[in-house]
């Protein structure tokens, strides 16, 4: 029997829908799917589990470049075009 993680992205694949995989931790698999307006955050689990999460609506606009670099700062990340202005 194949693992639900191949069913999901083959039903996924069907559909056209782009699918982003990220291994967020050991034994679980977050496959990020955006559909117009709402994101899924789908979390397949080693044993077959599967958990979602969907973020509905606009998130607005981005940042301006100093407020980004700042909040990227703020959690120990430097971006490097910060760093190329800093030379």
Do not use: C, K, N
């Amino acid at each position: 029997m194949a693992h639900p993680l191949f069913a999901l992205l083959r039903e996924l694949d069907q559909q056209r829908l782009w699918t982003v995989l990220d291994s967020t931790s050991p034994g679980i698999v977050m496959l990020t799917v955006t559909i117009a307006d709402s994101r899924f955050e789908i979390d397949v689990f080693e044993d077959g589990q599967i958990e979602y999460a969907e973020y509905a609506g606009g998130e607005g606009t981005l940042p301006a470049a100093e407020a980004l670099e700042q909040t990227l700062r703020r959690f120990g990340a430097v971006p490097r075009w910060a760093l190329s202005r800093e030379q």
